[in-house]
C-alpha cells in the first residue's frame, strides 16, 4: 500500500502489536500487523512514525557512503590511534567521573562495534567501548561512558530513573546523544 507517498510492504500474520522496520538494503518500510488490524490504524501507525522512517533512511545512506568510503575503513594503523588515544585519557576520565556518577567499571574494554557506541554489563561491572570514539571529539567518549557508568547502578534500559540520573550528571546528554547518532559509523574492512 502506498501512504503519502511512501510505498510500504504490509505482511499479515498472526501476532499482537504491529511491527514496522527499514530494510537496511534499500530503505523500503515494511510493516508486519496482525491479521484483523484495519487499514486505517497501519496508515496511523506509519504517520506517527513518519520522523523515525526518516531518520532511519538518512541513517542508511550515511552507513552506505561510510562503507563506500575508504578514509571509514578500519585499518589495523587506526585501531592503534583509536586505542592509544582512549587508553591516555580513560583513566582520568573514570577519577573524575566515579565520584560523580557513584559506579566505577571493573574492566573497561575496547572494540568496533557498527550498531552501537557502548555497552554495559551492570552485574560484573563491565563496559565495553566502540574503538571509534578514539578517533571522534572527545566530548562523544566522555559522554559515552558517562552513560554506560549510569548503567553500573542497574537501571532499567533508558527509563525514568536512567534519565534523572543522567540529567543530574550530565545535564547536556540529550542534545550529545543526538549529535553522536548522527556520525557516521566506520565499516569493518
Ligand atoms: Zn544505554
Redesign the pocket.
Known amino acids: 500500500m502506498t501512504i503519502d507517498g511512501l510505498d510500504v510492504t504490509v505482511t499479515r500474520k498472526s501476532i499482537k502489536n504491529m511491527y514496522l522496520r527499514v530494510r537496511p538494503a534499500d530503505g523500503r518500510v515494511e510493516i508486519s500487523a496482525p491479521m484483523r488490524m484495519n487499514e486505517r490504524q497501519i496508515v496511523d501507525f506509519v504517520r506517527g512514525r513518519r520522523d523515525w522512517i526518516a531518520r532511519q533512511r538518512v541513517r542508511l545512506t550515511q552507513l552506505r557512503d561510510v562503507r563506500e568510503d575508504p578514509r571509514m575503513m578500519w585499518t589495523d594503523e587506526r585501531r592503534r590511534q583509536a586505542a592509544a588515544v582512549i587508553n591516555a585519557v580513560l583513566p582520568g576520565l573514570i577519577a573524575e567521573w566515579g565520584p560523580i556518577i557513584g559506579r566505577t567499571p571493573t574492566h573497561v574494554t575496547l572494540r568496533v562495534m557498527t550498531s552501537r557506541w557502548g555497552s554495559c554489563t551492570p552485574k560484573t561491572g563491565r563496559i565495553r567501548l566502540n574503538l571509534q570514539l578514539g578517533l571522534m571529539d572527545p566530548r562523544f567518549l566522555e559522554s559515552v561512558l558517562v ?2 557508568m549510569t ?1 553500573l547502578w542497574n537501571t532499567r534500559g ?1 527509563g525514568v530513573e536512567f534519565q534523572r540520573r543522567m540529567d543530574t550528571y550530565q545535564p547536556n546528554w540529550r542534545q550529545l546523544r543526538r549529535e553522536l547518532n548522527q556520525q557516521p559509523v566506520m565499516g569493518r574492512p
Do not use: A, D, R
Request: charged share 25%; no cysteine.
Open positions: 552513560h554506560e548503567h533508558h
